[in-house]
């Protein structure tokens, strides 16, 4: 039995409002457009998906602070949970609702990771805002066996007992691990005194996951996902909110998008789906393929 995620938010809401890829990224649009947040929610779920997930990617300190509200991260948080339930119950349907820890400083940045006692305390804050409208965690884009590790042990220990996940982000190159530089044996060896629910890989190219998938197989009896992206590669001092650019692999139209991850869920994956460049008809012919 495969599970179907959503893909990627913050790069549809991009697509749509091209401002929102400046300043607070799709934080932003979480106070100034939360109807259009409710509407991609609710495309994902019409295409198929049966988790969505939260758009809290940037409502972290350290992005917030850029405009001085850095002290307003819970409540941006909470209400992008709130957006998501509230998408869930208007489309009528029984999705999930995915509750994103993401990366507290840079995607993709293992160099950047703060320290787990610098992380645990903002992590606690962002568990707690999204915990009374989420189902489940998902630790996500972890570029290191470390910053995986404290987040999922602050979601376990802060959770009230729900479902925690781990996603980690891989090389672009299929075989090297982790951005870390950390392998796939090192990253699930790092977690082997939590209790997660299920290991994933995502925002990365499906050739590294496809890879990373059959190794992870070999490591654990835990569930398997992925959501790959669609990005080219990241160039070297790339943020979130820089002028370096990577734009949209021009080599991954749609029909090769699930045949990857078809393969993938041959590796192992019952849990798939997109990440950033993956929308909602994307994830439409994922679902009608997993249907026939």
Sequence with gaps: MVMLLDGGTGREI?????????????????????????????????????VITTNNYSTIPSYLGKADMEDQYRELTKLAATLARRAVRESGKDAAVAGS???????????????????????????????????????????????????????????????????????????RGLRSGESVKQAVHALSGLDVDGYLFNCTHPEAIEVALKELKKLTTKPLGCYPNRLNKVPDGWTLDNEITTGLRGDLPEELYVASIL????AGATIVGGCCGIGPSDIRALARRLAT
């Design 14 to 50: 991009q697509e749509r409002r091209p401002h929102a890829a400046h300043g607070l990224w799709s934080a932003s649009v979480l106070l100034d457009e939360p109807e259009l947040v409710v509407e991609i929610h609710c495309e994902y779920i019409d295409a198929g998906a049966e």
């Design 101 to 175: 820890l993401p990366p507290l400083e840079e995607s993709y940045r293992a160099d950047l990771v703060p320290s787990p006692e610098v992380a645990r305390p903002i992590y606690q804050g962002v568990v707690e805002a999204l915990r009374d409208d989420v189902d489940l965690y998902i630790c996500e884009t972890m570029s290191s066996a470390v910053e995986a590790h404290t987040a999922a042990g602050v979601a376990l220990a802060h959770g009230q007992g729900k479902p925690v996940y781990v996603a980690w982000t891989l090389d672009e190159i299929p075989g």
């Design 263 to 266: 393969r993938s869920i041959e």
